[in-house]
């Protein structure tokens, strides 16, 4: 019972697996985002802008006043994740468990838990935003080795922070220019490495087990710039450009999992008027401008020692984001957007809703995890609901 309890709570909370590799650090994905690609350094306009570029704030509406978003719980899967949580969960012998690793050999499973809740106004002044994270990530990757002895890579954690940002608008003969800085406060711990055949079967508790070989605890500071130029603000075409420079400071987690590197991230944007559509907003990121996110694996070296090797990766797709969001109906008791775009390579696709001050955001994407060359396909699905006005 405690097993099954353990795994399936690490597969209910979750992010990047690397066994075989790993994903760009993050630490909050807003479905409204991702389903437009991820795009947002040069779009702005959510209070979630602050994990992208916090610039971003100048272009929530104003006539919104005070935009509350709050109980927003946000889950993401993987494909066949809950399956392999039971499979893995059900199994009470070693030869049960290589059996599903085998079954599973080669596949990324995520899933992530998370909540940010917001408090931001655009005034005639600055715009502000202060939000609270609470958040989970778990990835597994089964390894077989063609062999009975099996190994289950994993990189979790549970973390959370205060996020505090302002922007301000600058008007000048040349067009708008919006400066943002954002201050982030994160606390974690994470788990990271390899777990035997040995740890899953025979042990009546593994919580200690991974508590005692993974568990590392850290918090974080990190300082975030970023710079919206909105050259031709009256135009038909609303054209926008956006730099960020995110997580200077100490994000690194003593180099454990979770670490959070410094990024240059660009964008551009146009919101053209359409008739008979509420809006519609077409962008394009390239995000990691100096290849800072690099690639961990974790060889196994025969012993309860965790070790890993960081490679960098400076994959052009993966670094290109490209969205397009089509606000349908904007009233005050309904509101609808589709959003479409591509993310590493693949597709993205996603809908927002709010029915008075209930919302619902879906969206899903797909995250290349691994090494250029031997990339890992992993299509995740996200939900959020929330309370928001």
């Not at 979750?14 to 807003?30: H, I, N, P, V």
């Not at 899933?111 to 990835?139: C, E």
């Not at 999992?257 to 008979?276: H, K, R």
């Amino acid at each position: 019972m405690k097993k099954r309890i353990i795994l399936s709570a690490l597969l209910a909370s979750t992010s990047s697996l690397m066994a075989l590799g790993g994903e760009f650090a993050y630490l909050y994905k807003d479905p409204r985002i991702m389903g437009m690609g991820g795009v947002n350094v040069a779009v702005g306009g959510y209070s979630t802008s602050v994990f992208s570029n916090p610039a971003g704030l100048a272009s929530i509406e104003k006539e919104e006043g005070f935009v509350v978003d709050i109980l927003g719980l946000g889950v993401s899967l993987t494909n066949d994740s809950i399956n392999f949580a039971n499979d893995i969960a059900n199994t009470t012998k070693q030869d049960e468990v290589t059996a599903v690793l085998e079954k599973y050999n080669g596949r990324h499973f995520h899933d992530d838990v998370s909540n940010y809740s917001s408090v931001s106004k655009n005034s005639d002044a600055f715009a502000w935003s202060v939000g609270l994270l609470a958040a989970t990530d778990l990835n597994v990757q089964s390894h077989t080795n063609s062999t009975s002895a099996g190994i289950l890579a994993t990189s979790s954690r549970a973390y959370g922070g205060v996020i505090l940002a302002a922007a301000k608008p600058y008007y000048t003969d040349y067009g708008r220019v919006d400066i943002g800085v954002g201050l982030k406060v994160i606390t974690q711990q994470s788990y990271e490495g390899p777990l035997l055949l040995s740890d899953l079967t025979g042990n009546d508790d593994i919580g200690s087990t991974i508590e005692e070989k993974f568990q590392k605890n850290g918090t974080g500071f990190g300082l975030d710039l970023g710079v919206n130029y909105h050259p031709f603000e009256s135009s038909l075409w609303h054209p926008s450009f956006g730099l960020s420079v995110l997580n200077i400071g100490d994000m690194s987690f003593d180099n454990s999992y979770g670490q959070q590197p410094l990024t240059v991230n660009i964008g551009a944007a146009i919101s053209p008027e359409v008739d008979y559509i509420d809006k519609l907003v077409i962008g394009v990121d390239y995000v990691d401008l100096f290849n800072a996110n690099t690639i961990r694996k974790y060889p196994y070296n025969g012993t309860d020692e965790v070790t890993y090797v960081d490679y960098t990766d400076s994959d052009f797709m993966k670094r290109l984001r490209i969205g397009v969001g089509v606000g349908l109906v904007n009233t005050s008791l309904f509101y609808t957007q589709l959003n479409l775009g591509l993310y590493q390579g693949s597709y993205t696709a996603g809908v927002d809703l709010a029915f008075s001050v209930v919302k619902l955001n879906l969206a899903t994407y797909q995250e290349q995890v691994g090494t250029g060359s031997a990339d890992i396909p992993d299509r995740r699905y996200m939900a959020e609901l929330g309370i928001g006005w």
